[in-house]
């Protein structure tokens, strides 16, 4: 049966009205890192009213919208079965096509609160060779505390993508796949830190790249590593 | 005979004055995409006017003119053979230097309402070899279903490079043409679908070229790029 | 002896405000087209005012100041042996530390109304290997007529430099030339000239350099290249 | 003891307003210039108060904190044993994660008045190799007098950072070190020049990576980098 919003609490529907506003606003963050071309790339961020309404809400991108476009009402409300909720707009546009991937993360990874999708140009390249990034920075030590990993190579049009991308992450450090031939997801735990994750895998996949271009490169000791992973989650920023 | 502006019907009068400003207006997507510098580059629209006087119509960039200066006033309106109609303005610029490559494009391949021309880098860097761009993105497969083909080389100042483009194109699923040591054009079901296929194929050489520096493709077998050619060609956006 | 612009005649006085007007416009386009970091790089047209005057003029950048800060009045009028006139005020800013192989090129190449200096990343990348661009862009046959070559090693500080760009460029197509290890210079009929073979410098030497990278480029028939050049120079834009 | 700002004499208070407006400033330069992403790198300024106050201070940039959201009032003042000062906000924000090595190199290098540090990529991408940038344009002969050299790996956290600094730069014509997998610092008489250090570091890192792509570079002879060097230092800009 679909949910109807206006039948939802009153504070449920403020958080889906203040999600919409926030998903929009993070959407020009994707242009503006140069991520994304035309309408490709898309973001998503969970609405946790599960303790309310019995199940979570995200939302996420319309399909093939330009990004000049994306005001907060042009945003989707969706469940996690990837369906979107009659909204009371009866024009309301479909979800981007990658909505079962975002969904299907969000069912089975209860952590993760955002989740962005790139076409970004570096990350796709690797991901083109199925190839992961290495850990030779000292900034991918500190945001991803490891190497960016491969996910398979899944077609659209099932949960193929989501589970790909869950079974590379649910144990991993990273918040960062490259889907195979296909192109990074990134998760975090809200909208905003899963886009920092998209901004960061592109910079950190370029920088790499461009360094191995002309010769080896030097790794860095898995306990260094460790130390700057851990510092990073816990002294970075203002607490 | 030249044919006269004043003298068309006026519904064909105003789709006339509608298509200039859609075509002024798409030709800042190519600074905005950085497909060109300078004032290279050039975007044409079909109006289909046929069945009211006899012959289709398209509109197109001046030559030489900075981008800075492409208002739809600007715009020259042609007919199927390359030469610009009398519209009044007795000042009238001339048509760009491709004009000729377009009108033959409209000419030959009735499904097509819209032609873009470029030097984008990393098309243009494919062209120079004479190599296609092998598929291996599944936005490829989605795009265009299969690898950019190479067309001849061609020199301009005859339909050359139109009958190039025509060739390589007309059973083609791709909508990107990489003419020889020249550069893309791009066709589509109107201009906005050309532009669309412009920044595409740069987006797409550029992401293959950077993956093979580092080593080898991995390849998308066939059955997968139809099943996402298919999918994306029927499923996503809005219908 | 100095010569005092409150001197000159009127006509000259007006050609002179006029010149840094476009001068200082012009120096607009090396940012914008990514030619230039900080203070690097120098716009200059000449004044043909040696009927009037017994000698021309030319007009050029101030050293290191800000392309914040380009007014017309900033800009610095020299004559043809590199030395600012007297224009009356009394802090004058000293003309670009390029001012000397500027003002041999405008003394010794009289067809040559306006000179571009950039450091531009991929035409800088050619001059560090000693290396000419090869002709392969159908482009590069309308805009340079051939290959773009590189001119010897100087030092700055007397007229080697201007003699090496002269040395260079006085019997090619050119309008560019690479100074090994250290950059593009470029010529023109007037300043807008040069500058737009600057942008063009830099945009052929990218994209043949991104060619190159993946294999062996397809050279273009030598008939071809004087077909296209001599097109080019008769028939694009508006006459 | 902590120092507080309310005690300290009036002029070094205005001195402490005015550099948190330069530093706030110059923080601009940083995306401007494509050198950051996200809330990555940061720019400090030495306030020179020993004579008044017995100890220098020096301004740096709040720790995770956006780029557009760095107004004067948000830059931090800390002593140069990297605590920051009592400015008489309760809520001040911690400064960068970098304190420690900025107050490192202002307490060991008395010459120094700015300092910054970034992830520019393609300085990053030669630290990342641990190989120093070959002094092989006139421009990096100029601006930094030879190869830009390579500091060891050093974690965050104690001081071996900014000691990687001072010992690979004290006796160094270069204002820029690569630190072996992390990035570039730069240091300048002002936070001024410092950014235009680390703005051409990066330049010259991209030119000679692109250059050495396809082939061998050209060295410039040490007799020549030396007169390049000391010309640029004494005559170049307004004196």
């Known amino acids: 049966m679909t949910i109807r919003l206006a039948d939802l609490p009153a504070d449920v529907q403020e958080e889906v009205a203040a999600t919409r506003t926030i998903v929009a606003d993070l959407h020009a963050e994707l242009p503006r ?44 409300v969706c469940t996690l079965d990837g369906k979107k909720i009659d909204d009371g707009t009866p024009d309301r546009l ?24 790139t ?6 390249a690797w991901a083109a060779r199925g190839e992961e990034v290495p850990c030779v920075l000292t900034m991918m ?17 099932d949960d193929s993508i989501g589970r790909g991308i869950v079974e590379t992450l649910k144990d991993s450090r990273s918040r960062a796949v490259l889907m195979q031939n296909h192109g990074p997801f990134t998760i975090g735990t809200d909208g ?14 370029r920088t790499v790249h461009i360094s191995r271009q002309l010769g080896e490169l030097i790794p860095i000791e898995q306990s260094k590593i460790d130390s700057l992973f851990d510092r990073y989650q816990n002294v970075y920023g203002q607490k």
């Open 119 to 124: 076409h970004s140009t570096y990350a796709t």
């Open 192 to 205: 905003r830190d899963a886009v920092k994750a998209a901004v960061m895998v592109e910079e950190v996949a």
């Open 141 to 157: 030590a500190d945001e991803f505390g490891g190497p960016i990993p491969i996910g398979p190579f899944a077609l659209i049009g």
């Open 94 to 117: 479909q979800p981007s096509s990658d909505t079962a991937a975002h969904a299907y993360v969000y069912e089975h990874l209860d952590r993760v609160g955002g989740v962005v999708h």
């Open 33 to 76: 890192w140069e991520l994304v071309v035309w309408t490709a790339g898309n973001v998503s961020q969970r609405i946790r009213c599960a303790d309310r309404i019995g199940q979570d809400l995200f939302v996420i991108k319309p399909s093939g919208v330009s990004y000049d476009q994306l005001s907060p009402e042009a945003m989707v």
